[in-house]
């Protein structure tokens, strides 16, 4: 089995800074992408998204004011946020794939952590 466990979440107010994390473990062989989504009434978005080599993608609304980055080592992924804005309220998602010791490639998720930003 594979977990994935957030943290970092919680209440800022707008301009203030909030750092996640996201750590796995379990029967991992390795990690291909890490990334962040998230949940707001009605919509789901992906926010950044982090290859095992280090290439990021990020949505629009976010760039320049987020930072993913991975610990390999550690597999854990983090999302750096600043300048946060009350439209970034939402629960926030780690999302890893996963090529397990059994050989199984799959797509695994954290548990939700709630952003909220207050104006």
């Known amino acids: 089995q594979v977990q994935l466990v957030e943290s970092g979440g919680g209440l800022v107010q707008a301009g203030g800074s909030l750092r996640l994390s996201c750590a796995s473990s379990?029967?991992?062989?390795?990690?291909?992408?890490m990334g962040w989504y998230r949940q707001a009434p009605g919509k789901r978005e992906l926010v950044a998204r982090i290859?095992?080599?280090?290439?990021?993608k990020y949505a629009e609304s976010v760039k320049g004011r987020f930072t993913i980055s991975r610990d390999n080592a550690k597999n854990t992924v983090y999302l750096q946020m600043n300048s946060l804005k009350p439209e970034d309220t939402a629960v926030y998602y780690c999302?890893?794939?996963?090529?397990?010791?059994?050989?199984?490639?799959?797509?695994?998720w954290g548990q939700g952590t709630q952003v909220t930003v207050s104006s």
């Open positions: 379990g029967s991992i062989f390795s990690i291909n992408a």
């Open positions: 290859t095992s080599g280090g290439s990021t």
């Open positions: 999302n890893a794939n996963v090529v397990a010791n059994w050989g199984r490639v799959g797509d695994y």
